[in-house]
């Protein structure tokens, strides 16, 4: 997508009828007025990790509280989802509960920023502003940083799993008393045994005892 069709893409007016576009008409700018649901909604694109996220479209619980303040509308919410991944250590396919709590501002669009680094340079254009259009707010952006920052990054599909043996790729906690010991091709047993023998008769010829004329002679 090229650049303008992404400042394009950001100016879009917010469809009202998107479950992520929260309406807070309600609260009618009245500094202390308070609303609070829940909603149910499908999970966005973009909810997770490499090794383990929220898979698109699978349903997501939201508990919200939005109150009405000087500057604007402070949304508080906790996210509850399914993720579903795989374990770091043995690759195995996992599935763990994610809860997400987080709180945003939302400013009136003719909100005096005083508060904000308006005169400060540099620091203004790193601060990322949300802003009421009109009376609706999108909380997407918001929901989906909190979400990817309480994912674990190294998820395991238990605390203790051993992971896989290094040698052959097997799964550890499937064969707890794994190991390489003997033989595991029929062809390599064969030369395997040989060498056993070989062992055995050089020890053999260690442990003979020596006799008189088995000494070598004194320079």
Same mark, same amino acid.
């Given at each position: @997508?090229?650049?303008?069709r992404?400042?394009?893409? *950001?100016?879009a007016?917010l469809? +009202?009828?998107? +479950?992520l576009?929260l309406?807070? &008409?309600?609260?009618?700018r009245r500094?202390g007025?308070?609303?609070?649901?829940? $909603? =149910?909604?499908?999970?966005?694109?973009?909810?997770?990790?490499?090794?383990?996220?929220?898979p698109q479209?699978?349903? @997501?619980?939201?508990d919200?509280?939005?109150?009405?303040? @000087?500057? !604007?509308v402070?949304v508080t919410?906790?996210a &509850?989802a399914?993720?579903?991944?795989?374990? %770091? #250590?043995c690759?195995?396919?996992?599935?763990?509960e994610?809860?997400a /709590?987080f709180q945003?501002?939302?400013?009136?669009?003719?909100?005096?920023? &005083?508060?904000?680094?308006?005169?400060?340079?540099?620091?203004?254009?790193?601060?990322?502003?949300? $802003?009421?259009?009109?009376d609706l707010?999108?909380?997407?952006?918001v929901?989906?940083?909190?979400? %990817?920052?309480? *994912?674990?990054l190294?998820?395991?599909?238990?605390?203790?799993c051993?992971? *896989?043996?290094?040698?052959?790729?097997? &799964?550890?906690?499937d064969?707890?008393g794994? /190991?390489?010991?003997?033989?595991?091709?029929? $062809?390599w047993?064969a030369?395997e045994g040989?060498a056993?023998?070989? #062992?055995? !008769?050089?020890?053999?010829?260690?442990?003979e005892p020596? =006799?008189?004329?088995?000494? +070598?002679?004194?320079?």
């Amino acid at each position: @997508m090229s650049d303008r069709r992404k400042q394009e893409a *950001l100016n879009a007016p917010l469809d +009202p009828r998107s +479950p992520l576009v929260l309406d807070t &008409r309600e609260l009618g700018r009245r500094p202390g007025a308070l609303k609070e649901f829940s $909603r =149910t909604v499908p999970a966005s694109a973009d909810l997770g990790i490499e090794v383990i996220g929220v898979p698109q479209g699978s349903p @997501m619980e939201l508990d919200l509280r939005l109150e009405s303040v @000087m500057e !604007g509308v402070l949304v508080t919410g906790t996210a &509850r989802a399914r993720l579903k991944g795989e374990c %770091v #250590r043995c690759l195995e396919p996992l599935e763990q509960e994610c809860e997400a /709590d987080f709180q945003e501002m939302f400013s009136y669009p003719d909100a005096d920023d &005083r508060s904000r680094f308006a005169d400060t340079g540099d620091d203004a254009e790193d601060e990322e502003t949300f $802003r009421l259009e009109g009376d609706l707010l999108d909380l997407e952006p918001v929901l989906r940083d909190a979400v %990817v920052l309480s *994912l674990p990054l190294q998820p395991v599909c238990q605390e203790d799993c051993p992971g *896989l043996c290094p040698r052959c790729g097997a &799964r550890l906690a499937d064969d707890p008393g794994h /190991d390489h010991n003997e033989a595991v091709d029929i $062809r390599w047993a064969a030369l395997e045994g040989l060498a056993g023998s070989m #062992r055995d !008769g050089e020890k053999d010829e260690d442990n003979e005892p020596r =006799t008189a004329g088995d000494d +070598p002679q004194e320079k």
